[in-house]
């Protein structure tokens, strides 16, 4: 009986999706399918509290699946700063506000320490690599990385010196447009790429290399895809969602860049010497010699983890530095504040370098001021309890998809005078001397916190400052300072809308 009834609501919703809009279909129907299969998580404790679900579907009727990190602040004030939501079947705790955030991921690093089981993240990555992998494996490869890093320099004078070189071609692009309107997006994407590319090859790519061009668009495409709703609507309901092919461009798109990898791999391996390390390929490639090394250490690792660090290397960065433009455009006074303590403290003709961060409180304010008001990573990656987790008088069941709510930080009304608004005095005190705040956590916090922050914190400052140093930017004709938008686009990183820049250069 029961299987005849499942088989005449599968055949029923096969019919309706025919004919209705997929994601309305799937968000009031098909969960009948899933819910009879995935029942709901019990609990031996109190879970934190959170809106009543609806049959079926939870809470998706409060979620504005385009912008997911919206509904949660305004579903966290009348909640606080611990809350339960349900997406269809799938029960999520998410955790609000600097304190709690940091008491989770810093004081209880390893009670929230796993990643979350994501069903599109477990198809692209396989629990591979170094961001979604978890137990010993993740142990072994995120050590190794951090310690690889540090030894081609990350931090250091020789990642310094790259990001350099990668910088005066990116000046020649931006001069090649003659002050004339263009965007920002590939060529940004591409340069901070190239570092990436410099340290894990050991070489960079032309930016007209129709390869390296193919790569970044997928890379950017893929990041949009992922913070769709149909993308969501895949997470909470994979097994449907997968019938009618919602992940099929994500996992071609990741197949094409793993392909791409796996033939740089295979060339290093042939011109491989233990004595010219070049990069980490090779470094992983002498890794892999080791004895000890067989149990994690093996391609399919490899290449995932070269995944990682593309995709978190190239993308938050450069959505950074585009959002830095864009905010110079709007706040024409803050960028010329920007430019004069640039002529006081670095002579025209000379580079920006590392050390000069020390003497520029005011650039670095600006900076950190772009990371926190842009809120690249609005929801965080997904954590999850390795066992029942007893925090601020709830019990979290073993299990639990987890959000360490990143918005919730860096726009906390008790941490920051104008949350909403795009302040660098936020980094600042009375004397204008630059002020570390705890609750700046744009790379999140804790053990799962992101192994490249310390070059990222590299690049935006030495990409920011030389662009600022050799031009300044404009909108286009015809567009004011008003007219320019802050709103960012739909993905899971959040993104400018698209938009055109004018650069002209300080000095003719």
């Known amino acids: 009986m029961i299987s005849s009834l499942r088989l005449f609501t599968m055949t029923f919703l096969i019919y309706l999706l025919t004919r209705i809009d997929l994601l309305l279909c799937l968000t009031t129907c098909v969960v009948l399918f899933l819910y009879w299969i995935n029942g709901s998580k019990k609990s031996n404790g109190k879970m934190p509290p959170g809106p009543k679900p609806l049959p079926l579907i939870g809470n998706l009727n409060l979620v504005n699946l385009k912008k997911p990190y919206e509904s949660l602040m305004e579903l966290s004030e009348k909640y606080g700063e611990i809350f339960t939501v349900q997406f269809g079947p799938k029960k999520v705790v998410v955790i609000v506000g600097y304190s709690a955030v940091k008491d989770a991921l810093v004081n209880r690093a390893d009670d929230f320490g796993e990643r979350g089981d994501v069903p599109i993240f477990k198809l692209l990555f396989k629990e591979k690599g170094i961001i979604f992998s978890n137990g010993e494996l993740w142990k072994a490869l995120r050590r190794f990385t951090l310690s690889t890093l540090r030894d081609f320099g990350m931090g250091k004078k020789t990642i310094e010196a790259k990001i350099q070189d990668e910088l005066l071609p990116l000046i020649e692009n931006f001069k090649s447009h003659n002050g004339k309107p263009f965007d920002t997006n590939i060529i940004m994407n591409s340069a901070v790429s190239n570092v990436i590319c410099s340290i894990i090859f050991g070489k960079r790519f032309e930016y007209d290399d129709p390869v390296f061009k193919k790569l970044i668009e997928i890379f950017g495409e893929n990041a949009k895809l992922v913070g769709t709703p149909k993308i969501m609507i895949y997470n909470y309901f994979p097994r449907i969602s997968a019938f009618f092919g919602i992940h099929n461009k994500l996992e071609q798109n990741t197949k094409d860049i793993c392909e791409f990898i796996s033939k740089r791999i295979k ?221 960012p686009g739909i993905g899971f990183t959040l993104v400018p809308l698209p938009h055109l820049v004018c650069a002209k250069l300080n000095y003719q």
């Open 267 to 487: 060339y290093q391996k042939k011109e491989f010497d233990t004595n010219a390390i070049s990069g980490y390929v090779d470094a992983y490639l002498m890794k892999q010699e080791s004895a000890k090394a067989e149990k994690y250490f093996d391609d399919e690792n490899l290449v995932h983890s070269v995944l990682d660090l593309f995709a978190a290397g190239t993308e938050t960065t450069s959505t950074t530095l585009r959002w830095s433009i864009l905010l110079m455009m709007k706040y024409p006074e803050i960028q010329k504040k920007v430019q004069e303590e640039i002529r006081t403290h670095i002579k025209q003709g000379q580079m920006p370098t590392v050390d000069d961060r020390r003497n520029m409180p005011y650039t670095e304010a600006v900076i950190h001021e772009i990371q926190r008001f842009a809120n690249i990573v609005p929801l965080n990656l997904p954590h999850t309890t390795a066992s029942d987790v007893y925090f601020r008088g709830y019990c979290i069941p073993k299990g639990t998809e987890v959000i360490p709510f990143l918005t919730s930080v860096l726009y906390d009304k008790t941490q920051w005078k104008t949350p909403y608004e795009f302040n660098p005095n936020h980094f600042l005190d009375a004397n204008g001397k630059f002020v570390k705040r705890d609750a700046f956590m744009p790379f999140s916090a804790g053990r799962r916190a992101c192994v490249g922050e310390s070059l990222a914190r590299m690049e935006l400052f030495l990409f920011f400052t030389g662009l600022l140093q050799t031009f300044t930017f404009y909108p286009p004709p015809g567009v004011s300072r008003e007219d320019i938008n802050l709103k």
